[in-house]
């Protein structure tokens, strides 16, 4: 199975800086004539998803989109939200429950399966975020992301055997096959994690932000896992 390298931007960029970004990752991709083992897909803010779609299938560039949040609603009167269906057609994937939605938006479990229904209905495949193996998952979501709350943005991440273990346990406890790990990945380390069994892919943020970084993140994994 392919391994996954979800690139989580969080609230970062301009539009211009987005662009910027694209011409530089494809830049990479072209001049080394690179071929890609791993799944990649990058997970921009909502203003960035229509020149990211545009950008991939002109270029055919390799990676996949997805949105970092979705509504718990549906279409209609809910100002300032982003339905699932307004995402079709934009991405494949939606991030769901990341720690940073449940403690600065009091996301609650009931809301995040809320969500997970819409995405469901939209036909977007979610990436569902925990903190532990305790944390409640609902349902049919597509991957799990293992992402201790103290290693995301520290620097420090948690040892690649412990993160191996609740994995795991993450696939014991629901049959997800996909369990991925975050906090804190950066080229250095991204082997270690994904060298482990039971560990399907990372989830980098910072070290997603800058191309070259990111280039080379994955070239770290593609020939260390
Ligand atoms: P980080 O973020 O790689 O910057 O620690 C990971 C995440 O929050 O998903």
Known sequence: MKKYIIGNWK??????????????FNSQLQTTNYNLQAKIIICPAFTHLSLFREYIDAKKLPIELGAQDVSAYDSGAYTGQVSAAM?????????????ERRKYFGE??????????????????VIFCVSDEKTAIPDGV?????????AIGSGKTDTPEN??????????????????YGG????EN??????????????????????????????HADTNA
């Open 11 to 24: 609230s970062n960029k301009t539009v211009e800086e987005a662009k910027q970004w694209l011409d530089k």
């Open 87 to 99: 995402l079709q057609g934009l991405v494949d994937w939606v991030i769901i429950g990341h720690s």
């Open 108 to 125: 609650t479990d009931e809301v995040l399966s809320q969500k997970v229904v819409q995405a469901q209905k939209a036909g977007l495949n």
């Open 142 to 150: 597509a991957a799990v992301a293992y992402e201790p709350v103290w």
């Open 163 to 180: 993160a191996n273990a609740v994995c795991g346990e993450i696939k014991q406890k629901t049959h997800v096959a996909t369990v991925i």
């Open 184 to 187: 804190s990945v950066k080229p």
């Open 190 to 219: 991204v082997a270690s994690f994904l060298s482990q069994k039971q560990i399907d892919g990372v989830l980098p943020g910072g070290a997603s932000l800058q191309a070259n970084s990111f280039f080379n993140l994955i070239t």
